[in-house]
């Protein structure tokens, strides 16, 4: 659809929003930001709720601008969705991942698990899953340290493409969970159908505690409990939500009270060197 080139561009661009303009130019400068590396990976802590123990990471991808400094993911994923730069930048995301995870275990510090965001691109993608055998073989890490967070509004896009996907997936050992829930319009009947190990309860339940978001979250317990699958509760940021959520029987806790994202650096400063390794 895109014949009739100049005449048609030239139409069209007066009539572009600011927001379509600056979404143009940031798919440009995007394409430069992978070409001259300006991206990174940086890893937010995940702790075991009863025992406060270090398990695990996610991988949350970082974008400093030269000129204009840090873009949000929330500004430019959705860029790079459309333009189908998040295939190639997803697969460099999950190398980045599985081998900074990798390097710290072999540097002495815990087996941790790491948790990589997908978008709905990424699950169409015939190569994704080379993607993340390549991953996994090119860092020596073991499939179920990998864990792939799928939001509920791409699993019902598709439903019986989602499933094949993830039993894909699963097949060759890697960890599935599901990103933001309670916040899509997910029917609760897929849950038996989605071969999933997680959830992670949106932080706007977390935010809401004690109180409606507690009814809630103790609800979303309850639904795993009976499904065998784990609770992450995100977005923890005060010590009553955590001692709350602790009480509560959540599983695993990730939040700015224990740990933002940090550069992979800062990440292995903070909690890889202790004195007690
Ligand atoms: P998400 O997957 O729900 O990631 C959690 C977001 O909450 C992150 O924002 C994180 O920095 C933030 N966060 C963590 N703890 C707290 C807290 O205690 N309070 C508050 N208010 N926020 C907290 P971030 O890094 O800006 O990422 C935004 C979204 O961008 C992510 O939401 C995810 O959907 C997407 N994203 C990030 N990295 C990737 C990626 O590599 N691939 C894809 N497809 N999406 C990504
Ligand atoms: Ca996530
Ligand atoms: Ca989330
Ligand atoms: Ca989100």
Known sequence: AKHGGRNRLAEFVPAMTAAAQRSAVLERELRRAIEHEQLAVHYQPQFECSTGRLIGVEALLRWRHPD???????EFIPIAEESGLIVQLGAWVL?????????????????LTVAVNMSARQLREPGFIDDVTRALAQSGL???RLELELTESLLMEDVPGAIAFMQAIRAIGVRLAID??????????????????????????????????????????????????SVVAEGVEEQRQLEWLRHAGCDVVQGFLLGAPMAPDAFAARFLSGPDE
């Open 142 to 144: 073991a499939p179920h």
């Open 180 to 229: 933001d829930f309670g916040t899509g319009y997910s029917s609760l009947a897929y849950l038996q159908t989605f071969p999933i190990n997680q959830l992670k309860v949106d932080r706007s339940f977390v935010q809401l505690l004690p109180g409606r978001g507690g009814t809630i979250i103790h609800a979303v317990l309850a639904l795993a409990r009976g499904f065998g699958l």
């Open 68 to 74: 204009h400094g840090p873009v949000s993911p929330a």
């Open 95 to 111: 190398q980045r991942a599985c081998a900074d995870v990798a390097a710290w275990e072999q540097a002495g510090g815990p087996a």
